[in-house]
């Protein structure tokens, strides 16, 4: 529904806004008519009439077709997202990945660069990630580069934190935390950088492209080498004062009593020792199996379930569920979201043991969530980063109608 605003707030932020509504309309549910628009944001068929002509002219919708709008009159026409309308830069960021891929409007990945090694220091990164961006950009043709919205930047924070947890003991990745990637990406390229943790990114990317099309309120849950998570209430994605909201790969935990874990002399570890594809990897290696650097290479014991797959679900889903309760305890959510870098029907079988144990456990008068499984599985992160520059500018955030739009963008944009 479109937000009604009084006098003296910002008219050009309120154009924006509504223009964005009719965007989000026509992502979630596909070709519409002016009148279904009208009907589904609540503005008039005037306003929506300028709307649709100004996004048309913009060449960010396009028309489908037409079909009878009820049972008389004449055909309705039928306006769409235009997938050439928009394209984004997508650079994911990790301790053994570097990933670039081009997606058009509708979120779809045209091409990719994908490179699975140690990450280097950051300034030879650097050369490497604006070579990719030369090449993925070679897809659009020259009159359609003007179209790109950004590059959108993925990364963990702290990524020389917890490396005995995650089998780094004896690597340097120090240097990438005092380094803007962000800021010095966009100066090698010229093209405005949004910058996120890997996490909210995946998660941005739920809700502008995946269960945001259903759901205003969900938390969120990525297994990857680290678990990852995060949070969306009212359509917003919940950030944090550091960025670092529903970070649950550091929720205090008691320590796993497999005989693959990390020794740990204080009284509580932390979840991704035990509810990761680390933690996974760590205990299939402990089992005498050999697993090399590329998580995809778990996929084919978890497909046939593995003795020592299913001690670590035991230990992962008995230290996941407390956390995920609490999440579901303090935000109130109706939904949680559990996607994956591998599946093999991994996600499958966490989603139905979680959703046993918080049955079994829910207090009373409380019931459990909605489990659902996320969109994009190992292109979570990817597809993620690729939507930053899109949100950020083509998204109806509340926050539009507080402040200047150019000054909230130059908040997420290096």
Known sequence: MA??????RNSINLRRYNERLVLQVLRRVGPASKADLAR???????????IVQALENDGLVELKGRMLDGQRGQPATLLMLNPKGAFGVGVR??????????????????TRRVHRQLL???QDALKLVCRDIKDVLKVIPPRQRERLAGIGLAQPYNLGAWLNELGYAGKDFLPWDDYDFAAELSRATGIPVFSENDANAAVIAELFY????RFDDFAYVFM??????????????LLGASGNACDIAVMPVPSSTLPSARPNRAAWDI?????????????LRHSGLHIGSNVAE???YVAQRHPAVMEWLDDCVDALAPALRSIVCLLDVPVLVIDSDVDAGLIDCLMERLRNLLQQQAPEARSVPEFVRGTFGSDAGAVGAACLPMFFSYSPRAEILRGSVESIEADHAG
């Open 120 to 122: 280097p220091l950051p």
């Open 210 to 213: 995946g269960c945001g099309r």
């Open 224 to 237: 990857g080498a680290v678990i990852g998570g995060g949070a969306v209430i009212a359509g917003e994605c």
């Open 271 to 283: 979840l991704l020792s035990r509810a990761s594809l680390n933690a996974l990897e760590r205990h």
């Open 40 to 50: 589904r944001t609540n503005l008039a068929n005037s306003a929506i009439g300028n």
């Open 298 to 300: 778990l996929e084919p």
């Open 93 to 110: 960021l990790d301790r053994e990945l570097i990933e670039t891929v081009l997606t058009d409007f509708n979120g779809e990945i045209l």
């Open 3 to 8: 937000t009604r605003v009084g006098q003296g």
